[in-house]
């Protein structure tokens, strides 16, 4: 029975290093890419941030501007980051959970290349005043069937592991990574249809594009970082999932409740009332199921606190299940109709955006890089250090930003606007504090992401150190067992799913 045991594990592992070993250049690829875009995405937002209390910076550049930098800095944060992180997780889970390693690497590195040639025209468009002033949708128009193209080569990919997985169970990350799959183009094409090629009325296609950023972030980015988290969760602690029935509800929950959010943004305009009151009660409910979710992944992680403490990847991952959990609660308050009548034009939605994208997605992402990146090369972390720092600049830059845009700063802007008897001069002057603070803070985030990126890419280069222990944020690796916090490289998975 034992040798039976023995073989069954060995078979195991070979495998698991064989799917490793497949996706290796696509995962590092968008990993690496999707880095250097986030690099970009920050320094753009401190020129932005810098131009929003000191106009006169760097005046003489057309293509700095802030009505240019800004846009720039958000679409190389959702399509150069955000997204080509999405990919690279994704693509490892499916093929991990469906047991199958990759046989057309290639065609998803082809796909890469070209999302990245899309993204790069379009960041290049907005800086040379070709954007379509449309938020989160500012690429100019011929670029976005480009990138629906290469989505359609990566998705086919996944849904065809998934379907010649082997084994009938479907675990919750899969759930999740389905969802995000197949929601993502429903979401692009029909915004981008009634946004840029149909004749649809102004006013509508503003409804539209608040809602597609709504769901891009409740049905994209949402799903694959609690997907990962779920995952990673498990894992490093070697523990099942806490109630596996609320997971699959929180799912559910979530696919009925996040389509209907959005359309609250544009409350108090000429368009159907019953859309912006369904939009707000849709953005409030949708709290439950993000809640749900992010319970449900803390009590699991619970169950092994040294793990949490001591694992990158399993401290990145609780931190970006915390900023989930805010997201639903600052959600929850902007929809308030009577929130919205002070948050409405001010920089609150702005740092609900940034919350989503960084405090919640990107420490996900960031988690599972640091969990997956030495399995597809076979290395370790070099650094303590570094993925200290990036941790803990991270979490002190986001949480200021919402503070001084969301939370703060917005209901500020909001109140000096509604000042009917002031001048708007002077409600601008009320946010030069928070603006200088939020220049600071993203300082700080970029500060934190060049030392990720030059990190990451000594692991793609293959420069990590070799070794039998994982990289933890603790000096002394004596009390690690063989399959410590996050296991050893060739012993890597103890838990079930």
Not at 19 to 48: E, Y
Not at 112 to 118: A, D, K, M, S, V
Not at 248 to 272: D, K, N, T, Y
Request: proline content about 4%; aromatic content about 14%; some cysteine.
């Amino acid at each position: 029975m034992s040798e039976l045991s023995h073989d069954s594990s060995t078979e195991d592992t070979q495998l698991r290093a064989e799917i490793d070993r497949s996706l290796r250049h696509p995962v590092m690829f968008f990993f690496t890419s999707g880095a250097a875009w986030l690099a970009v995405s920050l320094i753009l937002g401190v020129l932005a941030s810098i131009k929003s209390h000191n106009p006169e910076f760097l005046g003489e550049c057309a293509q700095l501007q802030y009505g240019r930098v800004f846009p720039a800095h958000l679409n190389a944060l959702v399509y150069g980051w955000g997204v080509q992180a999405g990919f690279g997780v994704l693509i490892w889970l499916m093929a991990r959970l469906s047991r199958q390693p990759s046989r057309n690497a290639g065609t998803i590195l082809v796909a890469g290349h070209i999302w990245n040639l899309g993204v790069s025209i379009g960041i290049i468009g907005i800086l040379f005043g070709f954007g379509t002033g449309k938020q989160w949708m500012e690429f100019p128009t011929f670029v976005w069937p480009l990138l629906l193209a290469a989505y359609a080569v990566i998705a086919i990919w996944s849904l065809v592991a998934f379907r010649i997985r082997r084994g009938e169970h479907v675990y919750i990350s899969q759930w999740y990574v389905l969802g995000a799959l197949l929601w993502f183009p429903w979401i692009y094409l029909t915004a981008n249809l009634y946004v840029n090629v149909f004749d649809v009325h102004p006013l509508m296609a503003t409804a539209i594009n608040r809602w597609f950023r709504q769901a891009m972030i409740l049905l994209f980015f949402a799903p694959i970082a609690i997907a990962s988290a779920y995952y990673i969760t498990a894992k490093v602690t070697a523990r099942a999932i806490y109630n596996y029935t609320y997971a699959v509800g929180g799912f559910w929950a979530l696919a009925i409740i996040a389509p209907w959010a959005g359309m609250h943004a544009v409350m108090g305009s000429p368009i159907p009332v019953f859309l912006q009151y369904v939009g707000a009660a849709a953005a409030m409910l949708v709290a439950v199921p993000l809640i749900a979710a992010g319970v449900n992944i803390l009590k699991t992680a619970s169950q092994s606190g040294e793990a949490t403490a001591h694992s990158p990847s399993l401290r990145f991952t609780v931190a970006g299940i915390f900023g989930m959990l805010l997201l639903a609660v600052l959600g929850l308050i902007l929809a308030h109709p009577d929130a919205i009548a002070y948050t409405q034009f001010s920089t609150a939605v702005y740092g609900y955006e940034v919350l989503a994208l960084y405090g919640f997605f990107s420490m996900c992402m960031f988690g599972a890089i640091y969990f997956i990146v030495p399995r597809v090369t076979r290395r370790e972390w070099l650094s303590r250090r570094l993925i200290r720092t990036h941790f803990w600049f991270s979490i002190y830059g986001v949480l200021l930003i919402v503070l001084f845009c969301s939370i703060l700063g917005g209901f500020q802007q909001g109140a000096a606007q509604r000042a009917y008897d002031e001048s708007w001069s002077s409600a601008v002057l009320s946010m030069f504090p928070y603006v200088v603070a939020t220049t600071l803070a993203w300082c700080a985030i970029l500060y934190a992401n060049i030392f990720f990126f030059i990190h990451l890419t000594l692991m793609w280069i293959r420069l990590g150190r070799r070794s039998s222990h994982p990289t933890l944020l603790r000096h002394d690796h004596t009390t690690v067992s063989p399959h410590g916090p996050e296991g050893d490289i060739e012993e890597l998975e103890n838990a079930k799913a």
